[in-house]
C-alpha cells in the first residue's frame, strides 16, 4: 500500500471512531437530559440558527416533552409562533457541550488561516456528501419487499442496521463482542441479537465471520500475503480457524481459491 493510501485508509477510520465517539457521547447526553435522539437535535438545531417555527424542528421531536422538561418554549403568536430554547436550557447546553467547543477552538487556536480554510472546505464537502448518504440510507425506509416487512416485524431500523454495519467493518481486524454491537442499535444483547436476525437472516457472529470471509477473498486475490498473515489481517484467531470458517462459507480452501485465480 502507497504512502497516500495509507494516510487515506488513516483518515477513513480515524472519522469512523470520532463518529462513533460522538454518537456515544450524544446518547451520554441523552440519558443525562433524558431525552431521545431527535429530541437532542432539536435542542441543536434552535442552539445554533435560533427560534424555528414548529414546522421546520427536527423531524420527530416530541416538542411537548420539550416544553414539560422545561427545554423549549414558544415564543409570538399566529403565524410568527416560534419555538425557542429556554435559559434552563442553555446552561445545559454550556455545560455538557461548551467544554467541547471549547476544546475544539483550542485545538485550531495555532493553525494558519490557510490550514482553516483547507478545513472548511473538506468538512462542507463531507457534509454534502453526508446528506446523500443520509437521503439514500432513508430510502430504505421506504422500499418493498422483504426487509420492509422484516423490520415491522422486530427487525433492525435502518438507520441501527447502518451504524452497527460500519462498525462491523471499521472493526474486522479484532474481536467485536455483540455487546459493542447491541450498543450502536441502543438494544440488550438479547433484543438486538434477535432484531439483527430478523433483519440480515442470520446471527450477528455469522455476518461478521461472513464479512471476514469476504475481506479475506479479496486480500487472497490481489495480494500475495501468507494466509497466515490475511488470516490475523480480517481477525481469524489462526489461519486453521480462517481455513475451517473460509471452507465453511465458500466450500472452498483459501489456498484453493487463491490458486484458482477467483
Request: charged share 25%; with cysteine; proline share 3%.
Amino acid at each position: 500500500m502507497s504512502p497516500r493510501h495509507s494516510l487515506l485508509a488513516q483518515i477513513g477510520a480515524d472519522i469512523v471512531r470520532f463518529q462513533e465517539a460522538s454518537a456515544e457521547f450524544d446518547s451520554a447526553v441523552g440519558e443525562v437530559l433524558a431525552l431521545g435522539r431527535a429530541e437532542l437535535n432539536c435542542l441543536a438545531q434552535l442552539h445554533f440558527g435560533g427560534p424555528a417555527p414548529l414546522s421546520a424542528v427536527a423531524r420527530g421531536a416530541d416538542v411537548a416533552r420539550l416544553e414539560l422538561a422545561g427545554y423549549v418554549q414558544r415564543e409570538g403568536s399566529g403565524s410568527n409562533r416560534k419555538l425557542a430554547l429556554t435559559g434552563h436550557a442553555r446552561e445545559w447546553i454550556e455545560t455538557l457541550w461548551g467544554p467541547v467547543q471549547a476544546d475544539g477552538l483550542q485545538l485550531m487556536a495555532p493553525m494558519p488561516e490557510a490550514e482553516l480554510k483547507v478545513i472548511a472546505r473538506f468538512l462542507g464537502e463531507a457534509r454534502k456528501s453526508q446528506d446523500r448518504h443520509s437521503a439514500r440510507v432513508a430510502k430504505l425506509l421506504q422500499e418493498p419487499g422483504g426487509t420492509r416487512v422484516a423490520r415491522r416485524r422486530g427487525g433492525l431500523s435502518a438507520a441501527a442496521l447502518h451504524r452497527v454495519r460500519l462498525f462491523i467493518e471499521a472493526h474486522l481486524a479484532r474481536r467485536i463482542q455483540v455487546g459493542e454491537l447491541a450498543r450502536r442499535a441502543g438494544l440488550s444483547v438479547f433484543y438486538f441479537t434477535r432484531a439483527f436476525r430478523q433483519s440480515m437472516g442470520m446471527t450477528p457472529h455469522a455476518y461478521v465471520q461472513q464479512r471476514r470471509v469476504e475481506r479475506a477473498r479479496g486480500q487472497l486475490s490481489h495480494t500475495t500475503r501468507s494466509l497466515g498473515d490475511i488470516a490475523l489481517a480480517v481477525g481469524f484467531s489462526s489461519q486453521s480457524h480462517f481455513t475451517t470458517v473460509f471452507r465453511r462459507v465458500t466450500g472452498l480452501t483459501p489456498a484453493v481459491l487463491r490458486r484458482a485465480g477467483r
